[in-house]
């Protein structure tokens, strides 16, 4: 929701750490972050317009005077995280699929008997437009409570136009009606319905659901689950191109489950963003390098499948941004980007800081966002989480709980003491 913030002026001040943004240099370099300690920013009608010592910033916008004002004393205050990859619209539950999986039962297996994405469809098939809604609203309840303050949401869960366009417009109801702004994606190429040939599927999406999204103008991006049994690189390209072609910047789903060249096709046609990556090369880091194409890693993913993590320091030493994402869906089924940094720190090296410029302002322009958004410079969005604690180590130290206490949404408290404002 673009208005948020609505009319006003607000100040959070006495911060003892506040993160301003990535620090100017290179990714690995070891300074990621500008921090300001006693700091301070101010907003107006939603935007960032002075932040620095709380002394300079308050002198100039006393809190008194502001129509909102927090006291971030003792306590530090970071961006709002920008979670870019997530399926968060769908109806049913699965959580018998993570038993199953448990006794030694493969993604791939389960999904050849029915289960997996395809169950998901047939149960998002079945509910109502308000049912699909109201779950998403939910969703995004979780999310806001948790930090995040934009978020992108794939379709994908109806493999056929009609419920694809319903997923869309569900996105659409939800980013009108909530605070979080939510980036919708089309992804009619996630996965080889029941009984079609893929083919002949690739052929509905290109020349039936594409032009029926494209013509209805709600989304922003064309995904392709390009893995070994959804879609091969020529499939994928078709699609990716055909929405290019709409007016949809490409994202591929990239080495997931097996290394199937998802990663050099996104370079090739230009994707803001390439996504998973666990079975990346070497020279698919360079690929994705030289297009300028954002790396998106999802340790959630890894964590819940059991598998290895995405080599994340390969991309920071060849000079790459890489974002951090939950994947939240009913296979990875977690809302909290503060769990993901944690993982992004124990399992694949990064440490804090990086980890937050990776869930913040990498993340940011890993949906397209270069106004400044995952960061607090002036002209930014007054996006802003002030934690429960005094660093903002304790994002990704402090697992067991969120260290977010209070969320600005465009200057305007929507989170209180860890709960989302009516």
Known sequence: ?????????????????????????????????????????????????????????????????ADAAVDASGRAVVPGFVDPHTHAVFAGDRSDEFAAKLRGKSYREILAEGGGILRTVRATRAASDDALVENLRGRLDAMLARGTTTVEVKSGYGLETETELRLLDAIDRANDEHPVDV?????????????????????????????????????????????????????????????????????????????????????????TSADHLLYATDEDVAALVEAGTVPVLLPGTAFGLGADYADARAFLDAGASPALATDFNPNCHSLDMGFVQTLACVEMGLTPAESLRSATRNAALALGRDDGTGTLRPGAPADALVLDAPSYAHVAYRFDTSAVETVLKGGRPVVEGGEVLA
Request: glycine share 14%.
């Open 183 to 271: 980036v919708a994606t089309f992804l009619g190429a996630h996965a080889v319905p029941e009984g079609r040939d893929p083919d002949d599927y690739v052929d509905e999406v290109v020349e039936e659901q594409l032009p029926a999204v494209a013509d209805r103008g709600v989304a922003e991006f064309c995904d392709a689950f390009c893995e070994e049994g959804a879609f091969d690189v020529a499939q994928s390209r078709r699609v990716l191109e055909a929405g290019r072609e709409r007016g949809l910047a490409p994202k591929v789903h990239a080495e997931e489950l097996s290394h199937l060249g998802g990663t050099k096709l996104a370079a090739e046609v230009g994707a």
């Open 1 to 65: 929701m673009s208005d948020a913030g609505g009319g006003g002026t607000t100040v959070v001040h006495g911060a003892a750490e506040l993160v301003v943004g990535p620090r100017d240099g290179t990714p690995g370099d070891g300074r990621p972050l500008d921090v300001v300690e006693d700091g301070a920013f101010a907003a107006v009608d939603g935007e960032v317009v002075a932040v620095g010592p709380t002394a300079a910033v308050t002198r100039e916008y006393p809190p008194e005077n």
